[in-house]
């Protein structure tokens, strides 16, 4: 099955053609992780004198080094080579999500023309690391294809009530909260008509850089004078959960420095945290383990998909079914740090499910 993907190219200028960084970000990235030229070189594949030449010309472009050596202690980038990298690290995080959606517009008017068109799922959810892996897990289906934009929780939900899409996301808090998070989903389920399936737990929760320097410890600890904040987007469910969060415990968000910085994703957020532009941020903890960060445990939150009854009985919805349910599935879940399989696959009628949880 074809397979569409949109990248972001990252181009340099300088008294001639253009030169793109993406070769050597990844070399870079590399020797920070390992602090190895060897392993770099062996990631990249390429030779170690290849790579040791690409260091070279890089820094000449610059007119800086990239990287330090020091004999019997190997190699560390320098404060510009790291700056490079989390600004690549930044840039994947905040714009691999809009690409991927972009990828997938252009797959649905270019596909009827090349291939004979298998069955489409479309699929609006927020942006995740299990949604993730269950798109890995899809794409090797042959007889299925998967139009998976990302979208808020609300607006997943409006896209299945009128039509736009066969499979929408939905997550919810534990405790106190759960309760208005059901009741702004509550308006656009169809007691009827839809149904809910169980996918996955996740945990969330504030991600700071490694060691925890300025020593927070929870949602007070982000109005300390010397914290900076980033935030998620007004239409993300995390936001909003954030938001309820902060009301709950009497913070008001006007005490936070950077609540009004904003990224789209919960690796967005965390590529922020980790390249030193903030100290702290919220999201997911599979986000902070990605980036190296710590990560301080707030709340638990169930994710589901919702779909019309009708669509549950087709054959692509029993295959998706089949998928979660399977042993190969929930231990690929599993891999995902803050992540949990949880009853995975077992289907709800909206009654049944407002009821399991107390609202009326």
């Not at 949604?131 to 139009?147: M, S």
């Not at 927070?216 to 935030?231: M, Q």
């Not at 589901?304 to 087709?314: I, N, P, Q, S």
């Amino acid at each position: 099955m074809l397979q569409i993907e949109i990248e972001a190219v990252w181009r340099f200028r300088r008294e001639g053609s253009p030169r793109t960084v993406a070769v050597m970000l990844g070399v870079l990235n590399e020797i920070r992780k390992t602090g190895k030229i060897t392993s770099a070189a062996s990631d990249a594949h390429l030779s170690y004198r290849h790579v040791w030449n690409l260091i070279e010309q890089w820094s000449e472009f610059f007119g800086t080094p990239l990287v330090e050596t020091q004999r019997g202690k190997g190699s560390k980038l320098t404060p510009f080579g790291e700056r490079l990298v989390w600004a690549g690290e930044r840039m994947q995080a905040r714009l691999g999500p809009q690409l991927d959606n972009l990828a997938q517009e252009l797959a649905s008017e270019i596909k009827p023309f090349l291939e004979q068109r298998p069955s489409v799922i479309r699929v609006h959810a927020s942006h995740g690391f299990a949604v993730a892996k269950l798109r890995e897990f899809l794409d090797r289906e042959p007889g299925i294809g998967v139009d998976l934009r990302y979208v808020s929780n609300q607006h997943s939900l409006v896209s299945l009530a009128q039509g736009a899409c066969d499979l929408s996301g939905l997550h919810l808090p534990h405790g106190a909260l759960r309760a208005q998070g059901i009741k702004a989903a509550r308006e656009w389920l169809d007691p009827r008509e839809d149904r809910i399936i169980s996918f996955v737990t996740r945990e969330m929760g504030l991600m700071v850089a490694r060691g925890n320097p300025l020593r927070i410890a929870s949602l007070s600890g982000l109005t300390g004078p010397k914290v900076r904040f980033v935030n998620r987007d007004h239409d993300s469910g995390t936001r909003l959960l954030f938001d309820q969060l902060l009301a709950a415990n009497g913070i008001d968000e006007s005490r936070i420095n950077g609540a009004q910085q904003i990224e789209f994703t919960h690796a967005a957020v965390a590529a922020y945290v980790a390249s030193g532009m903030a100290d702290a941020c919220f999201g997911v903890e599979a986000a902070a383990r990605q980036f190296g960060l710590d990560f301080i445990r707030l709340l638990t939150e169930d994710y589901f998909f919702v779909c019309k009854r009708a669509f549950l009985d087709t054959a692509p919805m029993q295959r998706i079914l089949e998928i979660i349910r399977s042993a190969d599935f929930r231990a690929a879940v599993a891999t995902l740090p803050g992540y949990v399989p949880s009853d995975t696959g077992t289907v709800t009628g909206v009654k049944a499910f407002l009821e399991m949880h107390a609202v009326r």
